[in-house]
Nanobody
Framework: QVHLVESGGGLVQTGGSLRLSCAASGSIFRVNDMAWYRRAPGDQRELVATIARDGSTDYGDFVQGRFTISRDTDVNTVYLQMHALNPGDTAIYYC??????????????WGQGTQVTVSA
């Protein structure tokens, strides 16, 4: 069916950078909106950034200009470039995509999550 696979997480020091990737594959007719969410232990899941098919973007308030979401529509991939990371950014980051399948059914799909850990 449809699968989202994330990569790019890891361990980084405060002030460092990471670039997350998420590729959608499977029985895809079109990928519409894509987004990144994150969840820290004991916290609610929160929106990091979203990007529409036309390239328009929105960010969570905590981002404060540090992150950039982008996409390569031709290969159904979304990216999250993160700079100036701090320990508060430590969380599992999840990719979400709104996908129209080859059977013309529209649903949200989620990746498995990738761990981002920022050390002090």
């Amino acid at each position: 069916q449809v699968h989202l696979v994330e990569s790019g997480g890891g361990l980084v020091q405060t002030g460092g950078s990471l670039r997350l990737s998420c590729a959608a594959s499977g029985s895809i007719f079109r990928v519409n909106d894509m987004a990144w969410y994150r969840r820290a232990p004991g916290d609610q899941r929160e929106l990091v950034a979203t990007i529409a098919r036309d390239g328009s973007t929105d960010y969570g308030d905590f981002v404060q200009g540090r992150f950039t979401i982008s996409r390569d529509t031709d290969v159904n991939t979304v990216y999250l470039q993160m700079h100036a990371l701090n320990p508060g950014d430590t969380a599992i980051y999840y990719c979400k995509a709104r996908v129209v399948t080859m059977r013309f059914r529209s649903d949200d799909y989620w990746g498995q999550g990738t761990q981002v850990t920022v050390s002090a």
